[in-house]
């Protein structure tokens, strides 16, 4: 795995590295894990197939333990898991027709006691926190490798040198 720094908004700071394989991507998820906080969001972004939901789950396992079974959230939208530490909710905005719906998925709550992971951040248009962490996931050309560029929001960047 590869770090570097990349450009960012005063408002965030952006890392980019490359994970050569899956392995790779759950000791990242793993850092992720052990760096996550009830009232933190993760937004995930990609194309599809680029890795969001293997990341998703490979975090909710490692901050379960165990190799507990984490169904994708593709159709049901949103995933809820009473966890050792923290609830987390695992949501997939995919399938959204409109922002206006995010409200109904109940979100907002889920970050005053928990974490949230969030496939298809983008979708909710500016009903998200901006202070979140966000991680963009593409398919490198031999399609093992994902290379990911992290932005952290103001209350990640104490935690980024930790994930990266």
Do not use: C, N
Not at 10 to 16: D, G, I, K, M, N
Not at 60 to 82: K, M
Not at 91 to 119: F, K, N
Not at 144 to 157: F, H, K, N, S
């Amino acid at each position: 795995m590869s770090a570097t720094a990349g450009p960012s908004s005063p408002s965030t700071t952006a890392t980019e590295l490359s994970l050569p394989d899956l392995a790779a991507t759950r000791a990242f998820a793993a850092r992720l894990a052990a760096l996550l906080r009830p009232g933190d969001l993760v937004g995930l972004e990609g194309d599809l197939g680029a890795g969001k939901s293997e990341l998703a789950r490979a975090v909710i396992r490692a901050l379960a333990g165990a190799e507990i079974e984490v169904p994708s959230p593709s159709f049901t939208l949103v995933q809820h898991y009473d966890l050792p530490h923290f609830p987390v909710v695992h949501a997939d905005l995919y399938r959204l027709s409109d922002a206006g719906e995010v409200a109904e998925l109940g979100l907002d709550e889920t970050l005053q006691a928990g974490a949230l992971l969030v496939e298809w951040p983008e979708r909710t248009g500016d009903q998200l926190p901006a202070d979140r962490l966000t991680i963009r996931l593409a398919v490198a050309e031999d399609s093992d490798t994902r290379t990911v560029v992290v932005e952290a929001g103001p209350g990640w960047r104490d935690r980024l040198a930790d994930l990266v």
